[in-house]
C-alpha cells in the first residue's frame, strides 16, 4: 500500500511540474501577442514625428527636448500596457 500511495505522490508531483510549465508558457506566449497589438496614443505619436520634422530641418536642441519627453511618456505608456496585460494573466 506504501508503495502505490509513493507513485500516486511521484506521478501527482510530475503532473503538477509540467502544468507549472506549461502555464508559464501560455503567459509568455499570451505577452508575446500583446506586446505586438500594443498602441501608443495619438499624442505619443505625435511627438516622435514632431522630432522627426525638427531633426530634418536641424532644429536639434528643440528636437532633443522633445524626445526626452516621449521617451518618458513612451515608458509610462508601456508600464502601464504591461501592468494591464500582467492584470489579465492572474486572473
Do not use: N, P, W
Not at 500516486?8 to 502544468?19: I, Q
Not at 527636448?65 to 509610462?76: L, P
Amino acid at each position: 500500500m506504501a508503495d502505490y500511495e509513493a507513485t500516486a505522490y511521484l506521478s501527482l508531483e510530475k503532473l503538477r511540474e509540467k502544468h507549472l510549465v506549461e502555464l508559464q508558457q501560455l503567459q509568455e506566449r499570451i505577452k508575446r501577442d500583446y506586446k505586438i497589438k500594443l498602441k501608443f496614443t495619438k499624442d505619443l505619436m505625435e511627438k516622435k514625428k514632431r522630432v522627426h520634422v525638427l531633426t530634418v530641418l536641424r532644429r536639434y536642441d528643440d528636437a532633443e527636448s522633445i524626445k526626452r519627453v516621449a521617451e518618458v511618456q513612451e515608458e509610462e505608456e508601456r508600464s502601464k500596457m504591461e501592468s494591464q496585460i500582467a492584470g489579465i494573466l492572474e486572473k
